[in-house]
């Protein structure tokens, strides 16, 4: 019986020929990350582990990042005051990937364009998004505060293994729909629960087809389906990613043509238009046309879903020579410091801002609801992030369209939920 | 574990048992905002040693550790048809007894005082009489709870090596 690429990756991080869906592991990982706010909810398990063993420390300072996503800069005393502690637990740790305010960006995004992980790694974090860097070819897990903790303390992590399905897409994507619409639609085929417990692995030609942006936005909304994770299988195109960013080797995987799959969804997407998921379900999906039109407050641009270069690119692109619509304000966050430097310099940056955007510090901005254009009372924003639930994003009664950047930013413009194919032509 | 039942409903998620915005703040305050994203009065009608049931994909949603402010709020166990990965892993990793069991979740009713062995999985509902069996965790994970989470392992891995070091 052959292995799936996650089986396999998980097989040679806990020391077997073979694992089985539904056995446990305790595994060793190449990398884990942590952000501000992840970090401060594993300092209470983490202090309890070494508390009166006479001593505490990271079991290998290397195999640590520390960044800054969530609030950052810190909007308040309180996340200053977090904050400090978490540079100087790094410091004291010696940890030297500490991406300070300036370096920094989402851990989703960071993990990947500073070559953190690769191919074939068992990466480790606590943020629910993990699974994006899946899109390399690595088994990419979130998990939570205790869990991170003991990875942290002893480099040890358990997993269940989970059963994998396959989706499986074939078809030119029409102008203007993207890896954004793709997931979207699939989340709606699907449900939040579609993948609950299990790795999504996306393949097919169309899948071939996207740019790393694009596959990484894929894998990034696998967690909506309720997946563990998400998985690319990699390929040319990963490897011209990878290599010039790699730190250290890495081993390319596949699954076996006679893997077990728990189910595989098939897609003909040719035909596929853009996608809106409606408030307040990520999986509450439609085509835009059927709610184009909705009056809206405010534009969201950023979120570890959608804020690469390629993603504002195409912003630009559909926005061209307009302006943002006068009632609407467009906010656009680069989800690092390394897309933001990119997009300045290929003069996105400035043509955003020039027809009428407000550019934010990289990181998470509004996704979480926590600053840089939370929603009031029953405002509405078109989004380029990945969950909508009530108060994700500020009042509870707000109201949040997710969307593409291309159907974003055609939305900034005309001041309401637009097709971006109506401005741009089929 | 004795407790009256807290009815929810399917995809409960971490933003409704705990909200981001208090996420920053201290653990005790936490818990005073429990639930509060799908029902404001929850902490103020629990009582410890009460059990949440709901339906599929409980805790879906974000990786913040969403079973503390139940835990402190007194909530002993939750019982759902289904729960998201990351959820269970919180739970299962500091001690927040969860049960799987889809007929459970299906049947017990608001306000339903119920027992539950939560080392046999075994739920019981006097009212009603109906007895039901969770479906059980893998043996690794049980270990885990046995041993009263996560961080107890962990202090042993520690302590063996500050002995190693020691001996060197
Ligand atoms: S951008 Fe949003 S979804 Fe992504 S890591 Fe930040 S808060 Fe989470």
Known sequence: ?426 | MTGRVHRFGDNVDTDMIMPARYLGHSRAEQSRHAMEGVDSDFTAKVQPGDVIVAGRNFGCGSARPAHRPLQDAGVSCVIAASFANLFMRNAVNEGLPILRCPEAARELREGDLVEVDHEGGIIRCPATGRVYQAEMFPEFIRQIIRSGGLIPYAREKVKQRVQEREEK
């Open chain 1, 1 to 426: 019986m052959g292995m799936t690429i996650s089986e396999k990756i998980l097989a040679a991080h806990s020391g077997r020929d073979a694992v089985e869906p539904g056995e446990c592991i305790n595994a060793t990982f190449d990398m884990v990350i942590v952000q501000d706010l992840s970090l401060l909810m594993a300092k209470e398990p983490f202090e309890q582990i070494f508390d009166g063993l006479g001593e505490s420390s990271v079991f290998d300072p290397e195999k640590v990042v520390v960044t800054f996503e969530h609030e950052a800069p810190a909007p308040t005393v309180l996340a200053a005051t977090n904050q400090k502690w978490g540079r100087q637990w790094a410091r004291r740790h010696g940890i030297t990937n500490m991406l300070e305010i300036g370096r920094h960006g989402i851990q989703h995004m960071v993990s990947n364009e500073q070559g953190f992980v690769l191919p074939g790694d068992l990466f480790v974090a606590n943020g629910s998004h993990t699974c994006t860097d899946g899109a390399v070819g690595a088994f990419a897990v979130g998990v939570g505060a205790a869990s991170l903790a003991v990875a942290l303390a002893i480099g040890e992590v358990w997993l269940e293994i989970p059963e994998t399905s396959r989706f499986v897409y074939r078809g030119t994507l029409q102008p203007w729909v993207s890896a954004k619409d793709l997931i979207l639609y699939t989340l709606g085929q699907i449900r939040t629960d579609g993948a609950l417990n299990q790795v999504m692995e996306f393949a097919g030609e169309t899948v071939r087809a996207l740019p790393m942006s694009g596959r990484f936005t894929l894998c990034n909304m696998a967690k909506e389906a309720g997946a563990v994770t998400g998985i690319i299988e990699p390929d040319a195109l990963t490897e011209a990613y990878v290599r010039p960013r790699a730190r250290r080797a890495h081993r390319t995987l596949s699954s076996d043509s006679d893997a077990r799959y728990r189910a595989i969804h098939e897609y003909d997407v040719s035909a596929l238009g853009p996608q809106v998921a409606c408030p307040f379900s990520p999986d509450n999906v439609k085509p835009v046309e059927a709610v184009a039109g909705v009056p809206i407050d405010q534009v969201f641009i950023g979120s570890c879903t959608n804020s690469r270069v390629d993603d504002l690119r195409v912003a630009v692109e559909v926005i061209g020579s307009r302006k943002v619509h006068r009632d609407v304000r467009l906010i656009v966050i680069p989800g690092s410091q390394y897309v933001y430097l990119e997009a300045l310099r290929e003069g996105v940056i400035e043509r955003l801002v020039e027809a009428g955007a407000t550019i934010g510090a990289p990181g998470c901005g509004p996704c979480p609801g926590l600053h840089t254009g939370v929603l009031g009372e029953g405002e509405r924003c078109v989004s380029t992030s990945n969950r909508n639930f009530p108060g994700r994003m500020g009042h509870r009664t707000a109201e949040v369209y997710l969307a593409s950047p291309a159907t974003a930013a055609a939305s900034a413009v005309l001041g309401r939920l637009a097709d971006p194919r109506e401005m741009m032509g089929r």
